[in-house]
Every structure is written in structure tokens, then in C-alpha cells.
């Protein structure tokens, strides 16, 4: 088998039919034993507790080609417990972890012609989901689940590359205290939808989002955690039950005690404190981190000191060296590295 013929530097970030995709059935109380499929498609009843009442958690996670032709991922552990603890949230079966780290696996060699090639910029991204198939008219968890796995190979997320982004406050809520803000489940997508289109038509690149209770906490925006950097260069991290918990930050907290040694402070962050601050980021798996130059509040307008031409020093150095790390060409902490091929 050789590599896919696609022009590997420009291929956007969009959905491609790959080769195979992962399935494991939860009936009976039990999970079936998993299996590889070519068939694209899910069948479901009308009723299915997916479509009628939203039971759906999902995972991003991405595998890279190294410069000496090995595929690698990025520490897939963390996923396979962030989708446990999810499913567990809305009342579905979760999927054991083990299994969860084996299938992406499996994934990834059955499309290894899919993984984009070392230096193209591009990965190969996947995407865990499971979803309520069984039958639901009461308001009920479903008795019957899909766990799936599928690979696309996709290019940078913003078009820009790391150029700074300008972004909006919503007046929309993302997630309610005590609600499903630290859930990784497509009701919280759907519902940032409307907020997110308003935010795209008025030519922002994301929405930033306050906390539900008070409207005066920064949490994150649709699908990416805020990160900060202060007057004194300390990193910023806004704490707060209804954020995601983003892996990407969590491994950016630790590139910045243990390979920039800076000091990061993480606690609730007042929207207000943010002008005083010199550098704001957005972290998440599909756009890694991506600089913020400007946020807009109705009014208020907050031009960061390190403007809209290229990323702050602090968020350029976490970026490099994440990225360098997820490349292979930095050295990685003990196990974040997880070799498939
Ligand atoms: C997935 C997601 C993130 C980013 O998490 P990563 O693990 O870094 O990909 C941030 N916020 C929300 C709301 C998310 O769904």
C-alpha cells in the first residue's frame, strides 16, 4: 500500500472518507468484542436515544508521522479517561480504557496510507464517539450504545497558521453551573452553534465565553480553552468546574513549569483583569494553540500588547515547543508518547 495521492500541504480542515472505522457494540449489558468496518454509515431507529434526547459523548485526538517514518500519537490515555468519566456523566456505558487505546490503534494502521506525511503540517485526526442506539420514547438512558472510531487527515485548523485571532464575547451562555461544561458531549456544540455563527458573520474567529452565574468569570470559548499570560509573565489559566478540562493545556502547564519555567498561576479569572494582561491564547487538539491579538466586548475593545502580526513571545515559545514535542523533535515527558507504528 502507498500513501493517499492528496496535496498533503493544502488539504483544509474537513472530512474525508478514509479507509476503516472502528465499531463496538454495548448490548446486554455488555460490550461486543469490536471490530474494523469499511461501512461509513450508521443505521438507526427513528427513536434511537442519540436522536431523540442527545446521549452522545465524543474525543479528539490526532497521529503524527515522525521524521524517521514512525506514527505516533498523542498521549490517547488522556482521552480514553476524559470519554470514560463523560459517558459515566450521561448515564451511558463507558467504554474501558484499555480497549479505548487499542482501537485507536487499530485505527491508525488501517489507515496508515491516510496519516499525512512528516513535515506536511498536516495529521491524521481522530475522532472516538459513542452515542445511545437503543430505543427511547420516556425519558430514559438508552440500553443500547455504539462506540466508534474514525480517521480523517486534516491540515492547520485556522487558515492563518499561528497569526493572532480576533475574538468575541458571547452573550450566550456555553454551560450552566453544575451543568455539562466539563463534559465532552455534542450538546454542548449544538447549543454554541447559534453564538458561534453570529460571532463567525460578524468576522470573529471564535467566541469567548463567561461564566453562566455571574457573567463576569472568562471560561473558554465553543471548543478551545483561554490561557493568559500577566504583566509580570506569569501564565494565566482560568479555573472554573464548567470548563473543559483540555488536554492540550494541561500538557501546556506543564510545558511551561518544566521547559520554560515559568510560573502559572491557575484560579478564577475576572473578565475585567483581562485588559491588564499581554498575551491571551486558545488551546484545544484541533488548532493546538492559537495566538488571540484582540477580544471585543460590545464597547470594549482589548488589543493585546502583542498585536495581531504573530503569536506573543510566551505563546509562541508554548507552541514551539509543544508542537516540537509532538513532532518528535523535542524530547517528550515520560509517556505522552504513545508509538502505533
Ligand atoms: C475538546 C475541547 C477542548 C480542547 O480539549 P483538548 O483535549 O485540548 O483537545 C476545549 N474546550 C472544549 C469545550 C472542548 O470540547
Redesign the pocket.
Known amino acids: 500500500m502507498a500513501k493517499k495521492d492528496l496535496d498533503w500541504g493544502n488539504i483544509g480542515f474537513q472530512y474525508r472518507v478514509t479507509d476503516k472505522r472502528y465499531v463496538s457494540e454495548w448490548k446486554g449489558g455488555e460490550w461486543d468484542e469490536g471490530r474494523l468496518t469499511d461501512d461509513p454509515n450508521v443505521v438507526l431507529n427513528e427513536s434511537a436515544g442519540i436522536l431523540q434526547y442527545c446521549q452522545q459523548v ?4 490526532k497521529a503524527y508521522t515522525w521524521e524517521d517514518g514512525s506514527i505516533v500519537c498523542f498521549r490517547p490515555d ?2 480514553a479517561e ?1 470519554i470514560f468519566n463523560s459517558a459515566k456523566r450521561m448515564e451511558m456505558p463507558p467504554f474501558p480504557k484499555e480497549r479505548f487505546v487499542r482501537a485507536v490503534e487499530e485505527v491508525v494502521r488501517a489507515n496508515a496510507d491516510w496519516v499525512p506525511p512528516f513535515g506536511s503540517g498536516a495529521t491524521l485526526y481522530l475522532r472516538p464517539y459513542e452515542f445511545a442506539t437503543g430505543v427511547v420514547i420516556g425519558v430514559k438512558p438508552a440500553d443500547e450504545y455504539q462506540f466508534r472510531i474514525f480517521a480523517t487527515p486534516v491540515g492547520p485548523y485556522y487558515k492563518g497558521g499561528a497569526t493572532p485571532i480576533s475574538i468575541i464575547v458571547s452573550d450566550f451562555d ?2 450552566a453551573p453544575h451543568g455539562t ?1 466539563a463534559v ?1 458531549a455534542g450538546l ?2 449544538a447549543m ?1 452553534l447559534h453564538s458561534s455563527v453570529l460571532a463567525h458573520t460578524a468576522g470573529y474567529a471564535e467566541n469567548l465565553y463567561l461564566d453562566a452565574a455571574s457573567r463576569s468569570y472568562v471560561e ?6 483561554a490561557i493568559f499570560v500577566d504583566g509580570e509573565g506569569t501564565l494565566v489559566i482560568p479555573k472554573s468546574d464548567s ?9 501546556i502547564v506543564y510545558v511551561a513549569e518544566h521547559y520554560l519555567h515559568l510560573k502559572v498561576d491557575e484560579r478564577p479569572v475576572l473578565f475585567d483583569e483581562v485588559k491588564g494582561f499581554k498575551e491571551c491564547g486558545l ?4 488548532a493546538v494553540l492559537s495566538p488571540v491579538g484582540r477580544i471585543v466586548n460590545h464597547d470594549e475593545v482589548i488589543n493585546f500588547p502583542s498585536g495581531m502580526e504573530k503569536a506573543g513571545k510566551v505563546m509562541g515559545e508554548l507552541y514551539n515547543t509543544l508542537t516540537g514535542i509532538q513532532s518528535g523533535k523535542i524530547e517528550a515527558p515520560e509517556g505522552w508518547i504513545h508509538v502505533i507504528r
Open positions: 465524543f474525543e479528539g485526538l488522556m482521552n476524559r456555553r454551560a461544561g465532552k454542548n456544540y454554541s473558554e470559548t465553543g471548543g478551545s480553552n470548563i473543559l478540562p483540555s488536554i492540550t493545556r494541561r500538557s488551546c484545544g487538539t484541533a
